[in-house]
């Protein structure tokens, strides 16, 4: 396994949570319920496991390693910029689904943003996945990609996070709201 196939396997499971945002904002829209308990995991998911693991992997290890080669400085960046824009649109979720909690009818504005943040989820994946590509046949010595694989992979509390994290998307694509 490498650096870059870690984060690819990320990549698949953010797109199962992006399947189930999908489902959560047309449901609201639809004035279905759907238990705020739910909607509360979904933001754990994003903050956890989005921000807390995959972002950091990426911001922390893998970008800084490809920029090393002076290549894809740009696409880094853009990268970068999105991420805080993601970042921005999961404290508004958050905010909102306080509000709606507290009493206050924010049903418009939560599916709102999950509905922005599935499109933020789209663009950004699919443009990462074609940098992984680039980064992996035309930048990345295999000693590197070792070395960032087993950097992931030497931190057990981000490993169980991670873990917990799964078995959070598995229980959420069970829910009744999910399934009709
Ligand atoms: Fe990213
Ligand atoms: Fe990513």
């Known amino acids: 396994m490498s650096g870059t196939e870690i984060l690819r396997n990320d990549h698949r499971q953010i797109r199962r949570l992006e399947k189930i ?3 959560c904002y047309v449901k609201l829209y639809e004035s279905k319920d759907i238990p705020f308990s739910d909607i509360e995991i979904i933001v754990l998911i994003i903050s956890e496991f989005l921000d807390a693991v995959h972002y950091a992997r990426e911001e922390d290890q893998y970008f800084p390693c490809v920029a090393t080669y002076d290549s894809l400085k740009q696409e880094i960046r853009v990268f970068m910029i999105e991420h805080e824009f993601g970042r921005r649109i999961a404290s508004n979720i ?5 509000k709606w909690k507290s009493g206050e009818d924010q049903r418009e504005p939560v599916a709102r943003f999950l509905k922005a943040y599935a499109v933020y989820l789209d663009e950004h994946l699919t443009k990462e996945d074609k940098f992984f590509d680039i980064a992996e046949n035309q930048v990345l010595s ?3 990609e070792k070395m960032m694989y087993e950097e992931f992979r030497a931190v057990t509390a981000v490993v169980t996070k991670f873990d917990e994290m799964i078995k959070s998307i598995d229980y959420l694509e069970t829910t009744p709201w999910m399934k009709d």
């Open 94 to 98: 958050s905010k909102y689904l306080q």
């Open 21 to 23: 945002v999908i489902k």
């Open 142 to 144: 295999q000693d590197e």
